[in-house]
T-cell receptor
Framework: AQRVTQPEKLLSVFKGAPVELKCNYS??????LFWYVQYSRQRLQLLLR??SRESIKGFTADLNKGETSFHLKKPFAQEEDSAMYYC????????????FGQGTTLQVKP | EPEVTQTPSHQVTQMGQEVILRCVPI?????FYWYRQILGQKVEFLVS????????KSEIFDDQFSVERPDGSNFTLKIRSTKLEDSAMYFC?????????????FGPGTRLLVL
């Protein structure tokens, strides 16, 4: 069954420090993976997806099929990066539903 | 940029009462979803809706839940007889097609508190 694991509930770093938010997945077949972000009091919004291999707001994520991981990284954290981050993948079938990880709160301290 | 909207933002209700949560998906989108997030837990899929019918539902989506698209714009989630454990944040989402590469857009959520 499809599953997403985000082992850290909270990640606290200082401004300018590197950030890595961990995501591991279980998926039969070739996965598509996403990172969604939720800033305080705002809606969930797509941050990036592995298919597009783009960098958004300085964040990147590489799909590692061997380790079944899709960790989110940023070399230098900014205070405005403080938010809740969710890793997600399609839930199977053709309805397009998403399966989410538990989420990691990133706290960037000044 | 068009957005998914949800009303109300907060709802407090008594156990056993019916609630209707409303969503207005993005206008040219064809696939609609409800998710919920109990405080401190992950976002969970409830139901997907396409072509005026449920295309998939989770184990959570029991007979107490129903969805409807009563007109061309609204998409509603009804809980017939609320229970304490229905207290959660409910998110509506929509996407243009069913292809997973197509972005799924989320509403701001409705926080439901059942007393």
């Amino acid at each position: 069954a499809q599953r997403v694991t985000q082992p850290e509930k909270l990640l606290s770093v200082f401004k300018g420090a590197p950030v890595e938010l961990k995501c591991n997945y279980s998926y039969s077949g070739s996965p598509e993976l996403f990172w969604y972000v939720q800033y305080s009091r705002q809606r969930l919004q797509l941050l990036l997806r592995h298919i597009s291999r783009e960098s958004i707001k300085g964040f990147t994520a590489d799909l590692n099929k061997g380790e079944t991981s899709f960790h989110l990284k940023k070399p230098f954290a900014q205070e405005e990066d403080s938010a809740m981050y969710y890793c997600a993948l399609p839930g199977g079938g053709n309805t397009g539903k998403l399966i989410f990880g538990q989420g990691t709160t990133l706290q960037v301290k000044p | 940029e068009p957005e998914v909207t949800q009303t109300p933002s907060h709802q407090v209700t008594q156990m056993g009462q019916e609630v209707i949560l409303r969503c207005v998906p993005i206008s040219n989108h064809l696939y609609f979803y409800w998710y919920r997030q109990i405080l401190g837990q992950k976002v969970e899929f409830l139901v997907s809706f396409y072509n005026n019918e449920i295309s998939e539902k989770s184990e959570i989506f029991d007979d107490q839940f129903s969805v409807e698209r009563p007109d061309g714009s609204n998409f509603t989630l009804k809980i017939r007889s609320t229970k304490l454990e229905d207290s959660a944040m409910y998110f509506c989402a929509s996407r243009e097609t069913g292809a997973t590469r197509v972005t799924q857009y989320f509403g701001p959520g409705t926080r439901l508190l059942v007393l």
